[in-house]
């Protein structure tokens, strides 16, 4: 078997062991700023809309729901607080692509890719557009995102690319002796503050006259006296026209998505801010977000105050779908990022970390968000982003309006959004599966980016992992 270059340049492990000294386990996003609190659901309420989930993907709904109809009478429900799950401790790569990359969407629905592509632009500038109107706090920087090639195979998959950067144009953009070649898409990604985005739609939210409860975990979604839908929490319940599901991760309150989506955890870490010689070291004056090429990747960007995130590579999956507190913290999967951070900029060792985390990702078998109904048409909704939920969640949302809506629309006709993909098997295949893929994906990059005959057969019937 071969070697990546992270085993061939391995930092010493004194670096790594000083670098973890002191570091808190807790989401730096979290940390640094003031939480809104919002009240638990204590009572019975009659409403037009109610959505269950208090992430990206609820609260984009919430808020195009009053600016499609600001007298509609819209309530969110949210089990723990808002932006405490992959909302507000993602790494805050807000992506143009609702496909999870172009070359996912050809492969899926070639007929409608670029139309896709065109859509998801379009949703990026939504964004931008909502972001300014209603005066956002943020940190929204659209840098675009730069593709990596550490490896020599993966260099040559960007000579191609109309955004290709060679060797020195990749090194002029971010000094890293890692970095072979690059693709720089330009104005496809923004760089935002998770949890400010998160809290920040609450606030434009409820500016709107959403109703917002949190500590209101649902235990069911029941048939009301026709045509309604009650959604029940433990103390309270809402009487609603229709509901929006945005729960993601967690189980679905559908019995037909139990088998959809699996939680694979994912892993990250922040440095102190870097003084400004460090940051000359490394350039990254344009601060992109950046990720490698590997099937098992990692990706990096810059914070308001020059700190530098760096995530990825393990992707964890728990025997029977697990989410649970105790999983993230996981030292080996922090202490192997700490060391390809400093393979990957060794003119920083000595910098530390100040915080380590972790957040379960709802991973699809076709890596991107599929859409559905259920209860005759009054309750809508969506989940399986696999990591790409901070920008794909508000066309998300337009979806599923457009459903409960009951008319047909340009987004409804997709194809891409018709089709539901294949669900993985249950328990003990799940985890028996997720593993041998992983390991098969390892086995890739350690081979040149060969994929054996059980990865192009998980890719043939479109049955998948990623990270």
């Known amino acids: 078997m071969g070697t990546t270059v992270f085993e061939r340049q391995r930092p010493a492990e004194r670096v790594v062991e000083d670098s973890l000294r002191g570091t808190a386990l807790g989401v730096f996003w979290l940390d640094e700023i003031d939480r809104p609190a919002y009240p638990q659901l204590t009572r019975t309420i009659r409403a037009d809309l109610v959505i269950v989930g208090g992430g990206y993907a609820g609260l984009w709904t919430a808020v195009r729901a009053k600016e499609r109809d600001p007298d509609r009478h819209v309530v969110v429900l949210e089990a723990s607080r808002i932006a405490w799950a992959a909302s507000g401790r993602n790494g805050g790569f807000c992506e143009s692509s609702l496909t999870h990359g172009y070359e996912n969407g050809l492969n899926r629905w070639p007929e409608e890719v670029d139309r896709l592509e065109e859509m998801g632009r379009a949703n990026l500038d939504g964004i931008a557009e909502t972001i300014n109107r209603y005066g956002m706090d943020a940190d929204f920087e659209r840098t675009g995102q730069l593709a990596v090639a550490v490896e020599p195979h993966q260099a040559e998959?960007?000579?191609d690319s109309p955004h290709y950067l060679d060797r020195e144009a990749v090194q002029a953009e971010v000094h890293s002796s890692t970095f072979l070649a690059g693709e720089w898409?330009?104005?496809g990604c923004a760089m935002v503050h998770p949890a400010k985005l998160c809290?920040?739609?609450a606030r434009v939210a409820t500016d709107l006259g959403v109703e917002i409860y949190e500590h209101s975990l649902v235990r069911a979604i029941e048939d009301a006296d026709a045509p309604l839908v009650s959604v029940r929490t433990a103390r309270g319940q809402v009487v609603a026209d229709a509901a929006a599901l945005a729960t993601n991760v967690f189980p679905s309150l559908l019995r037909r998505n139990r088998l959809m989506t699996v939680p694979v955890y994912d892993y990250v870490l922040m440095t102190e801010p870097l003084s400004a010689d460090?940051?000359?070291?490394?350039g990254w004056s344009h601060r992109q977000g950046l990720a490698d090429s590997a099937n098992q990747f990692h990706y990096y960007r810059l914070t308001s105050d020059n700190r530098i995130l760096f995530g990825g590579y393990d992707a964890i999956y728990h025997f029977g779908g697990k989410v649970r507190p105790k999983y993230e913290d996981r030292i080996e999967s922090h202490r192997t990022l700490a060391s390809h951070f400093f393979t990957t900029f060794p003119q920083l060792a000595g910098l530390r970390f100040t915080h380590r985390w972790a957040g379960a990702i709802d991973s699809s078998s076709r890596f991107c968000a599929?859409?559905?109904?259920?209860?005759k048409g009054r309750v809508a909704y969506a989940t399986g982003f696999t990591g790409l939920g901070v920008g794909a969640a508000r066309f998300a949302a337009d979806v599923m309006l457009d459903k409960l809506s009951g008319a047909e629309t340009e987004r409804t006709s997709?194809?891409?959004v018709r089709e539901r993909p294949l669900p993985f098997p249950p328990e003990p295949a799940a985890s028996i599966g997720v593993n041998l893929v992983r390991a098969a994906m390892d086995r890739a990059d350690h081979h040149e980016g060969k994929r054996n005959l059980f990865l192009k057969t998980l890719d043939a019937v479109g049955l998948g992992f990623d990270s």
Do not use: H
């Not at 460090?278 to 490394?282: C, T, V």
């Open 278 to 282: 460090q940051l000359a070291s490394i």
């Open 199 to 201: 809290f920040e739609l």
């Open 157 to 159: 998959w960007y000579r």
């Open 414 to 416: 997709l194809r891409m």
């Open 185 to 187: 898409d330009r104005d």
């Open 370 to 375: 599929f859409f559905g109904t259920a209860r």
